[in-house]
């Protein structure tokens, strides 16, 4: 019902900056919140920056400074700028959204296949 499409991973040597995008389509009625997860090898998902309806914006304490996440409502799609990029990074890039469709009665949540971040010299 909820579709969300990732893009914008790839290569990238550290110090370097990639901007996600994460594109929500669907019978959407709205989004609450959309988040950007993360998933190292051999390590569990982790949150890397969410942001509300209203612009309200949350980052993990690993890629505050670094990291810039927003959010453009009319188009269903949310942002990553990742700048100053470290080999810690490196990881499958999520997209979450807590949405309701049209004649939905909840929010439900929804992810992203992933995309790819490598950072590497």
């Known amino acids: 019902q909820v579709q969300l499409v990732e893009s914008g991973g790839g290569l990238v040597q550290p110090g370097g900056s990639l901007r996600l995008s994460c594109a929500a389509s669907?019978?959407?009625?709205?989004?609450?919140?959309m988040d950007w997860y993360r998933q190292a090898p051999g390590k569990q998902r982790e949150l890397v920056a969410g942001i509300t309806s209203g612009g309200s914006t949350n980052y993990a304490d690993s890629v505050k400074g670094r990291f810039t996440i927003s959010r453009d409502n009319a188009k269903n799609t949310v942002y990553l700028q990742m700048n100053s990029l470290k080999p810690e990074d490196t990881a499958v890039y999520y997209c979450?959204?807590?949405?309701?469709?049209?004649?939905?009665?909840?929010?439900?949540?929804?992810w992203g296949q992933g995309t790819q971040v490598t950072v590497s010299s």
């Open positions: 979450y959204a807590d949405a309701l469709v049209r004649g939905g009665a909840r929010l439900d949540d929804y």
């Open positions: 669907g019978s959407i009625f709205s989004i609450h919140r």
